[in-house]
C-alpha cells in the first residue's frame, strides 16, 4: 500500500482548539505546501471543518486531509517533504484531541537505532515549540525489528521553559539546566552553482560572516537565558536588534 499514516476523532472541541497551532505549522511550510499538488497559487486550508494540503508537484503525493466525525481515514505520503509536516500536524491532533486513535507505518523501526522510521522523529522535536511533549516507547520486539508508540510527556511540557522573543524569530527552550535557541535571521546559502538561486562567492562569503557573527550572539543569549537573566525586558532586546542589525555592517 505505500507509507501509511492512519488516523481518527470525533473531539470537535478539541479539533478547534488545535487550529490556531495548525495554523502555525502550515504558514512555517508555506514554501513547500499547496491546497493541491498540481495547484500552484491555492493555499492548505485548515478550518472548523477540516484540514487540507499537499506537497507540491512532483513534492506531492496522495492529498492530507483531516475530517472530524469519520471512522477511519489515512494518507499515503511516501516520506516525501510534506510528509514532515503531516507528522507535525498529526501530533498536535493527538495532543488536543482526547479520542484521536493515530497509527502509521512509520511506528516500525529498527531496535538498535532506537527510532522511528519517517519524519516522526524530527516531527516530535519540533512540536516541543508549541509546548507539545512526546516520547517514543517500544511496544513489541521482533528481534531485531521492533514496534514503537508515541505517548504524551505531561511531566516534561511542565518543567521546560520556551521564551519566545518579538525580533528575528528568536525562540529559546531551557530545560535541566540546558538550552537551545532557534532563529530566522541566518542567511540560507546556495552553494551549487546549477542551481538558478546559486550565491556567488562574494556573496557566499558575506552570508557566511554574518552567520559567523550571529552564532556568537544567540550563543550568548541562550547562555544568558540558561543562567536566569532576563531576555525578555525591553532594553535587552533593543540591544538585540542593535547588535544583529549592526552585523550587515560588518558581514
Not at 495532543?95 to 516522526?120: A, C, P, Q, T, V
Amino acid at each position: 500500500m505505500g507509507y501509511t499514516h492512519y488516523y481518527n476523532g470525533n473531539d470537535q472541541e478539541g479539533y478547534e482548539a488545535a487550529l490556531p497551532t495548525i495554523r502555525k505549522i502550515l504558514k512555517k511550510y508555506d514554501n513547500i505546501l499547496r491546497f493541491e499538488y498540481d495547484e500552484e497559487t491555492k493555499k492548505p486550508t485548515a478550518n472548523k471543518k477540516m484540514i487540507r494540503f499537499n506537497g507540491i508537484g512532483d513534492d506531492g503525493h496522495e492529498t492530507f486531509v483531516f475530517e472530524t466525525g469519520k471512522d477511519f481515514d489515512f494518507c499515503k505520503t511516501a516520506r516525501k517533504p510534506y510528509d514532515l509536516p503531516v507528522c507535525e500536524i498529526l501530533l498536535v491532533l493527538k495532543h488536543f484531541m482526547s479520542d484521536l486513535d493515530l497509527s502509521s507505518d512509520g511506528f516500525g523501526g529498527y531496535l538498535n537505532e532506537k527510532k522511528i522510521n519517517g519524519y516522526w522523529s524530527e516531527a516530535i522535536e519540533n512540536v516541543k515549540e508549541y509546548g507539545i511533549y512526546f516520547k517514543v516507547v517500544v511496544t513489541k520486539e521482533r528481534d531485531p525489528y521492533c514496534d514503537f508508540d508515541i505517548v504524551p510527556m505531561n511531566e516534561t511540557k511542565e518543567s521546560a521553559k520556551i521564551i519566545k522573543l518579538p525580533c528575528f524569530g528568536i525562540v529559546v527552550r531551557i530545560e535541566d539546566g540546558a538550552g537551545s535557541i532557534t532563529d530566522d535571521a541566518h542567511e540560507t546559502i546556495i552553494y551549487d552553482e546549477d542551481d538558478p538561486k546559486w550565491d556567488c562567492f562574494e556573496d557566499q562569503t558575506t552570508k557566511e560572516n554574518f552567520n559567523n557573527m550571529l552564532d556568537g550572539i544567540t550563543s550568548m543569549i541562550l547562555a544568558h537565558a540558561v543562567a536566569g537573566i532576563d531576555i525578555e525586558t525591553p532594553a535587552y532586546i533593543e540591544g538585540i536588534e542593535t547588535a544583529i542589525g549592526a552585523c550587515d555592517q560588518y558581514a
